[in-house]
């Protein structure tokens, strides 16, 4: 009986035979034998290698024909290390945060990315205009010379950051600092509101608490009403409720701290229970996690501990980050995953990882596990690898294609053994068949 395996052999013979009689005939009936071997004569734009008919194409222009531009290329924000903690010693086009227009060689950078190679994270923009008009928006390495320092890690001039006029600050110089001055009730110095008031960072302005008002040549809390007021540890009044259901934060300290009597500096000064602060502990702190973007504290060494990671606000009412659009974590610790127009993360057709996650799962070019370390130094002490935990990109299900590639040189079809066809063919009879007369037609 004629089976699928026997008829698919005929098919795979018969291609042969065709393949063969095409050469044989084109060496007999061409004296330009390169534009026949070459797909497309290198459309212009490559020199053909007779001895395996494919193109070496000139600069400026790729694709297996050479038919399509080329764009510029940079470090890669997300790739899979190549060696223990090392990622970015090849460049790629568009950097990994775009797509490239082969059409024009013209990179489309991603949302947070900007540049010819979107090699350079875009500063946040408020009101219009890039750090809201109240800063300067600067690299990494920048900042670090402006004061008095170095920085030359692989961020040196990609990661950028608002650096704000005063009293301006955040990670967009959307806020607004109050006034400091020292505690008229204490022995603490340079306190925000002279540590009798809240601060209001939309407007800058000072709230003191009562028995307290402002010296009238500035907004702050830094004088007594009453002279003979006695000083005591803050206390909220009865009528002070904060979020979370009406969460109770009247008495001293808000019930969330507590004054060293032992102490007579600190007889009269809150100091606030874990995830607290403010004059009165009636502030929730927000989460940490390494700075995007920040001062160096010695050459080389950043990324220190920030609330949100400095990428975004925190909301002292419910102790939440509301992270600049790109980001996601209870810190706004990673940059998150591209979505298709439907929402769907990385397409719906891969996974989001970060950069460590990639490197763990990395596979060699025949398919085996070949696991790779990224961020050997674990936590918030790495240097180099700041960004293991941070960056993320897609890790796609089956093979993926560069547009740049021949349509029939990738080794895998649906994890399948392709046998040289083009990458929509799958492994049955006639699309089988079809394949490899396309792939001899065009050859």
């Known amino acids: 009986m004629l089976t699928n395996s026997h008829l698919r052999g005929a098919c795979l013979r018969a291609a042969v035979v065709k393949a063969v ?10 004296p330009t034998l390169a534009s026949l071997l070459c797909p497309n004569a290198c459309s212009g734009h490559g020199a053909c290698d007779t001895s395996v008919g494919t193109c070496s194409c000139f600069t400026d222009f790729t694709g297996y024909d050479c038919s399509q531009r080329s764009c ?3 470090a890669p924000w997300v790739a899979v290390a190549t060696s223990t903690d090392e990622a970015r010693d090849v460049e790629v086009e568009c950097s990994n945060a775009g797509t490239c227009n ?31 008009g109240r800063g300067n928006c600067m690299t990494m390495s920048e900042f670090a010379t402006s004061l008095k320092s170095s920085y030359t890690l692989w961020d040196a001039t990609m990661v950028t950051g608002c650096v704000c006029d005063a009293p301006y600050f955040g990670y ?8 400091e001055g020292d505690d008229p ?36 809390c830094s004088v007594k009403n009453n002279a003979t007021l006695t000083d005591a540890c803050p206390e909220s009044p009865s009528t002070h409720r904060r979020s979370h259901g009406g969460m109770d934060l009247t008495g001293t300290c808000s019930g969330r701290g507590l004054c060293d009597g032992a ?29 995007w973007f920040d001062a160096v504290s010695a050459a080389d060494t950043a990324h220190a501990d920030t609330e949100c990671s400095a990428m975004g606000t925190c909301d002292r009412r419910t ?25 769907r993360v990385c397409g719906g057709a891969g996974r989001c990882r970060t950069m460590r996650q990639l490197a763990a799962t990395a596979i060699s070019a025949t398919g085996e596990a070949d696991p790779v370390t990224y961020g050997t130094i674990p936590g918030r002490s790495a240097t180099d690898t700041w960004d293991a935990d941070k960056l993320q990109g897609c890790s796609c299900f089956g093979s993926v294609r560069s547009s740049a590639t021949p349509p029939w040189s990738s080794p895998q079809v649906d994890g399948a053994l392709s046998l040289g066809l083009p990458p929509l ?14 792939a001899v037609r065009t050859g």
């Open 72 to 74: 510029a290329t940079g």
């Open 185 to 220: 009730s204490s022995d603490l110095e340079d306190q925000e509101c002279n540590a009798r008031g809240h601060c209001d960072y939309d407007t800058g302005l000072c709230t003191c608490e009562d028995g307290y008002s402002s010296s009238g040549t500035q907004n702050d």
């Open 21 to 30: 009689t095409v050469a044989v005939l084109t060496l007999h009936t061409s």
């Open 102 to 132: 082969r059409a024009t060689g013209v990179c489309k950078c991603d949302a947070l990315f900007e540049s010819a190679a979107c090699d350079v994270m875009a500063c946040p923009v408020h009101d219009g205009e890039v750090c809201g």
């Open 263 to 291: 102490d007579v500096a600190k007889s009269t000064l809150c100091q606030c229970y874990d995830d607290w602060q403010g004059y009165v502990c009636d502030e929730r702190s927000c989460p940490t996690g390494r700075a």
């Open 425 to 438: 063919c799958s492994l049955t009879l006639c699309s089988l068949c079809a394949g490899i007369r396309e």
């Open 319 to 343: 102790g939440e980050c509301h992270c600049r659009v790109g980001f996601e974590g209870p810190a706004c610790e990673r940059m998150a995953c591209p979505r298709d127009e439907d929402g």
């Open 172 to 179: 967009a110089c959307s806020l607004t600092a109050c006034t």
